[in-house]
C-alpha cells in the first residue's frame, strides 16, 4: 500500500472536552452526558456520509438516510469512540469507524424489518422502510449502506493512523459484518424459529447477531486509538459481555416494556417462536444474568485507568435502559 493516502481525510483536531466529557481518571462520568456529546459528532458526520437527495439516484438516498438518520440509541458507535478514547486516542481517530458501524446496522435493521425476514411495521416510533419506500427500495438501501459503510471508515480515518492499521479495521468491520459475524447470527436466528434450543445456542447465536459489532467497535476503536494487544484482548472480553448483556436487556424489554416506550412491537418474538432469555430462563434469571454480565464486563477493564469510565458507564447503560 505504501505510503499513498488518497482519498483519505484529514479531519480536524478534536474539540477539546471539559468536565464529565472529558472522562478523566479523577472523576466519575455522567454517562448521559458523554453519550450526547459524542452523538453530536456522531450524527453530524452521520448526515455527510449520505448525500442529500439528488439526481437519478435521489429515491435511493432518501431511502438510506430516512433510516439511518431516525435517531436512535447509538451505542455501537459511542462504544467504538468510547474504546478509542480508553487507551489515548480522540473521539475523532474513531468516527470514521463510528459511523461505518452505524451504518451497517443500519442496514442490517432495514433488512431484518423486510417482510422475508421479521416483517415489522414499526423502528425506532417510525414505519419502517419498506413501509414508506417499498421492499426493493428498502433492500436497496441496505446494500448501499453496508457498501458505502467501507468507503467512510476507510476515507473518515486520519492521515496520522498507519495505513495497516486502518486496513486492520476495515478487516475487523467486515469479519464481524459478513457471513462468519452478524449475518451467520441472523441465519441461525431464522432457522431457529419454533425450535427448541437450548442456554448455550442461544449465547452463540447472540454472539454473532448481536455481539459481533459490539466487539468490532470495541477490538477496532481501540487499534484505532493504539492499543495494545493486551489491550486488544481486554476489550474484546468487554464487548463479548457487554454484546450479550445488551441483548438479554433487549429481551426483558420485549417482555416489560411497552410498544410506545420502545418505538417497536413488542412480543414479536415470543409471536414468531424464537427462543429468547426470559422464555428459557424465566424474568428474574435473565436480569441477574444480565447484572452478572455486567460484572463480567468490569472486570475485563480493571487493567485500565479513569480512561475507561465511559465504558464501564456504557456496560450499565446496557443492562439498566428503558428503551
Same mark, same amino acid.
Given at each position: 500500500?505504501?505510503? =499513498?493516502?488518497?482519498?483519505? $481525510?484529514?479531519?480536524?483536531?478534536?474539540?477539546?472536552?471539559?468536565?464529565?466529557?472529558?472522562?478523566?481518571? =479523577?472523576?466519575?462520568? +455522567?454517562?448521559?452526558?458523554?453519550?450526547?456529546?459524542? $452523538?453530536?459528532?456522531?450524527?453530524?458526520? %452521520?448526515?455527510?456520509?449520505?448525500?442529500?437527495?439528488?439526481?437519478?439516484?435521489?429515491?435511493?438516498?432518501?431511502?438510506?438516510?430516512? *433510516?439511518?438518520?431516525?435517531?436512535?440509541?447509538?451505542?455501537?458507535?459511542?462504544?467504538?469512540?468510547?474504546?478509542?478514547?480508553?487507551?489515548?486516542?480522540?473521539?475523532?481517530?474513531?468516527?470514521?469507524?463510528?459511523?461505518?458501524?452505524?451504518?451497517?446496522?443500519?442496514? =442490517?435493521?432495514?433488512?431484518?424489518?423486510?417482510?422475508?425476514?421479521?416483517?415489522?411495521?414499526?423502528?425506532?416510533?417510525?414505519?419502517?422502510?419498506?413501509?414508506?419506500?417499498?421492499?426493493?427500495?428498502?433492500?436497496?438501501?441496505?446494500?448501499?449502506?453496508?457498501?458505502?459503510?467501507?468507503?467512510?471508515?476507510?476515507?473518515?480515518?486520519?492521515?496520522?493512523?498507519?495505513?495497516?492499521?486502518?486496513?486492520?479495521?476495515?478487516?475487523?468491520?467486515?469479519?464481524?459484518?459478513?457471513?462468519?459475524?452478524?449475518?451467520?447470527?441472523?441465519?441461525?436466528?431464522?432457522?431457529?424459529?419454533?425450535?427448541? $434450543?437450548?442456554?448455550? +445456542? %442461544?449465547?452463540?447465536?447472540?454472539?454473532?447477531?448481536?455481539?459481533?459489532?459490539?466487539?468490532?467497535?470495541?477490538?477496532?476503536?481501540?487499534?484505532?486509538?493504539?492499543?495494545?494487544?493486551?489491550?486488544?484482548?481486554?476489550?474484546?472480553?468487554?464487548?463479548?459481555?457487554?454484546?450479550?448483556?445488551?441483548?438479554?436487556?433487549?429481551?426483558?424489554?420485549?417482555?416489560?416494556? =411497552?410498544?410506545?416506550?420502545?418505538?417497536?412491537?413488542?412480543?414479536?418474538?415470543?409471536?414468531?417462536?424464537?427462543?429468547?432469555?426470559?422464555?428459557?430462563?424465566?424474568?428474574?434469571?435473565?436480569?441477574?444474568?444480565?447484572? *452478572?454480565?455486567? +460484572?463480567?464486563?468490569?472486570?475485563?477493564?480493571? *487493567?485500565?485507568?479513569?480512561?475507561?469510565?465511559?465504558?464501564?458507564?456504557?456496560?450499565?447503560?446496557?443492562?439498566?435502559?428503558?428503551?
Amino acid at each position: 500500500m505504501g505510503n =499513498s493516502r488518497t482519498n483519505r $481525510i484529514d479531519p480536524e483536531p478534536d474539540a477539546p472536552l471539559t468536565g464529565h466529557d472529558a472522562a478523566d481518571s =479523577s472523576s466519575t462520568v +455522567d454517562f448521559e452526558q458523554y453519550r450526547a456529546a459524542r $452523538i453530536t459528532i456522531i450524527e453530524e458526520a %452521520l448526515g455527510k456520509c449520505v448525500s442529500e437527495p439528488d439526481g437519478a439516484a435521489a429515491r435511493l438516498f432518501e431511502s438510506m438516510r430516512y *433510516s439511518l438518520l431516525a435517531g436512535g440509541k447509538r451505542i455501537r458507535p459511542v462504544l467504538a469512540i468510547a474504546a478509542c478514547e480508553a487507551v489515548g486516542g480522540g473521539p475523532r481517530d474513531a468516527l470514521g469507524l463510528a459511523c461505518a458501524l452505524e451504518m451497517i446496522h443500519t442496514y =442490517s435493521m432495514i433488512h431484518d424489518d423486510l417482510p422475508c425476514m421479521d416483517d415489522d411495521d414499526l423502528r425506532r416510533g417510525k414505519p419502517t422502510n419498506h413501509k414508506v419506500f417499498g421492499e426493493a427500495f428498502a433492500t436497496l438501501a441496505g446494500d448501499g449502506l453496508l457498501t458505502d459503510a467501507f468507503a467512510v471508515l476507510v476515507n473518515m480515518t486520519p492521515v496520522g493512523i498507519a495505513p495497516a492499521t486502518t486496513l486492520d479495521a476495515v478487516a475487523g468491520v467486515a469479519r464481524a459484518a459478513g457471513s462468519a459475524g452478524m449475518v451467520a447470527g441472523q441465519v441461525i436466528d431464522l432457522l431457529g424459529e419454533g425450535r427448541a $434450543i437450548d442456554i448455550a +445456542d %442461544l449465547e452463540a447465536l447472540h454472539g454473532l447477531k448481536t455481539g459481533a459489532l459490539f466487539v468490532a467497535a470495541a477490538v477496532e476503536g481501540g487499534r484505532l486509538g493504539g492499543a495494545g494487544a493486551a489491550q486488544l484482548r481486554a476489550l474484546e472480553a468487554y464487548a463479548r459481555a457487554v454484546g450479550l448483556a445488551f441483548q438479554v436487556a433487549d429481551d426483558l424489554l420485549d417482555v416489560e416494556a =411497552s410498544t410506545e416506550q420502545l418505538g417497536k412491537r413488542t412480543h414479536k418474538d415470543s409471536e414468531r417462536g424464537k427462543a429468547t432469555y426470559p422464555g428459557l430462563l424465566g424474568v428474574a434469571q435473565s436480569h441477574r444474568l444480565a447484572r *452478572s454480565l455486567l +460484572d463480567r464486563a468490569n472486570q475485563a477493564l480493571l *487493567s485500565f485507568d479513569g480512561r475507561a469510565d465511559p465504558l464501564r458507564a456504557l456496560a450499565r447503560f446496557a443492562v439498566e435502559r428503558t428503551r
